[in-house]
C-alpha cells in the first residue's frame, strides 16, 4: 500500500535550474497539496488542488508552478532555482479539502 | 487572522513521565483540529483529529487530545512516554468549508530523557 509517493527524495540543484518534483497518490483522493517545510516555520501551502482540473495558490506560491496531470499526479516545478528554495517539500493528498492528510517522505532540495 | 500557536518550541520529557503539548487558535468557524507527527526524516502522519462530538479525542500511540472552545486550545496528552515519541508534533487547524486550507503550528520537538 504506497500511499504518497514523491520522487525524488533528494536534489542539488544550481542556482537558475529547473526541476520538477513529483507526487502520485493510489487512495483515490480529490485534493492534493505541495508544501514545504522551513526550520522554525512549520508547514507552508504552496499550491493545492481541491480536485481534478484545478489548482489554487497557497500561502507562498511565487517561483513555483503546479500541475494537476490526473487524479493521481501533482507535479511541482521550479522554473529557475533560487537558494530561498533550499527545503523540504512535502506532498500531501486528502479525500477532500481540510479531512485528514496523507504525506509523502519528503524531498530535501538543496540549492546552491 | 487566522493562526495556530505551539507555544513550547522544544519540550523535555524523563521517560516514564507524562506529557502535555499545547496548541491554541484563532479561527472564525467552527474549527477541524489535527495533530500529526513526524519523525526524523519522516513525512508527517496523522495522530489524531477532532471534527465533532465528544471533546475528549483518543488517537494512535497512545496519545489524546481535549477540546476546549472557551479556551480555543487542543492541547495533546500522553500519560507516559516512550523514547519512541521523540519526535516533532505539529497541531494544524481547518474549517468546515471546502476553500479553507489547513493553518499549522511550527511545531514542538519533543526530546525525552532516558
Known amino acids: 500500500n504506497a500511499g504518497v509517493t514523491q520522487t525524488p527524495k533528494f536534489q542539488v540543484l544550481k542556482t537558475g535550474q529547473s526541476m520538477t518534483l513529483q507526487c502520485a497518490q493510489d487512495?483515490?483522493?480529490?485534493?492534493m497539496y505541495w508544501y514545504r517545510q522551513d526550520p522554525g516555520m512549520g508547514l507552508r501551502l504552496i499550491y493545492y488542488s481541491a480536485s481534478e482540473g484545478t489548482t489554487d495558490k497557497g500561502e507562498v506560491p511565487n517561483g513555483y508552478n503546479v500541475s494537476r496531470l490526473n487524479k493521481r499526479e501533482f507535479s511541482l516545478r521550479l522554473e529557475s532555482a533560487a537558494p530561498s528554495q533550499t527545503s523540504v517539500y512535502f506532498c500531501?493528498?486528502?479525500?477532500?479539502?481540510?479531512?485528514?492528510?496523507?504525506f509523502g517522505q519528503g524531498t530535501r532540495l538543496t540549492v546552491v | 487572522a487566522q493562526s495556530v500557536t505551539q507555544p513550547d518550541i522544544h519540550i523535555t520529557v524523563s521517560e516514564g513521565a507524562s506529557l502535555e503539548l499545547r496548541c491554541n487558535y484563532s479561527?472564525?468557524?467552527?474549527?477541524?483540529l489535527f495533530w500529526y507527527v513526524q519523525s526524523p526524516g519522516q513525512g508527517l502522519q496523522l495522530l489524531l483529529k477532532?471534527?465533532?462530538?465528544d471533546t475528549l479525542v483518543q488517537g494512535i500511540k497512545g496519545f489524546e487530545a481535549e477540546f476546549k472552545r472557551s479556551q480555543s486550545s487542543f492541547n495533546l496528552r500522553k500519560p507516559s512516554v516512550h523514547w519512541s515519541d521523540a519526535a516533532e508534533y505539529f497541531c494544524?487547524?481547518?474549517?468546515?468549508?471546502?476553500?479553507?486550507?489547513?493553518?499549522w503550528g511550527a511545531g514542538t520537538k519533543l526530546i525525552i530523557k532516558p
Open positions: 500531501a493528498s486528502s479525500d477532500q479539502m481540510n479531512t485528514e492528510a496523507f
Open positions: 487512495m483515490n483522493h480529490n485534493s
Open positions: 494544524a487547524v481547518g474549517a468546515r468549508d471546502s476553500n479553507y486550507q489547513l493553518i
Open positions: 477532532y471534527f465533532s462530538g
Open positions: 479561527y472564525g468557524a467552527t474549527p477541524y
